[in-house]
């Protein structure tokens, strides 16, 4: 499976975005659907992730409360709605797709997204 990240920019502290993730290929439904930030310096860490149904999902405790993952098998596509940003969350986000619910660590992704920027403003 092929994996484009779009939706990124620049947002003032307390705002939203909404990441989007397109999928190309086959078997996008059978996937968990990851997203990861890195900022500079900075391990790539976990974020959010969805079931293959989009069921179920799981959150960093840092954006708990604030991200919201949601996923259109139809369309092929993953979304994060991130609200009440602030300058902490400014990294690179990256979509990744995995075989296991189990593994929230980058380990447990074998396809990843190319990255787009996000970058909140205090």
């Known amino acids: 499976v092929q994996l484009q990240a779009s939706g990124g920019g620049l947002v003032q502290a307390g705002g939203s975005l909404r990441l989007s993730c397109a999928a190309s290929g086959r078997s996008f439904s059978s996937y968990v659907m990851g997203w990861f930030r890195q900022a500079p310096g900075k391990e790539r860490e976990y974020v959010a992730r969805i079931n293959r149904g989009g069921t179920n999902s799981d959150y960093a405790d840092s954006v708990k409360g604030r991200f919201t993952i949601s996923r259109d098998n139809a369309k092929k596509t993953v979304h994060l709605l991130m609200d009440n940003l602030t300058h902490e969350d400014t990294a690179v986000y990256y979509c990744?797709?995995?075989?296991?619910?189990?593994?929230?660590?980058?380990?447990?992704?074998?396809?990843w997204g190319q990255g787009t920027q996000v970058t909140v403003s205090s």
């Open positions: 990744a797709a995995g075989n296991s619910w189990q593994v929230s660590t980058t380990h447990g992704y074998d396809y």
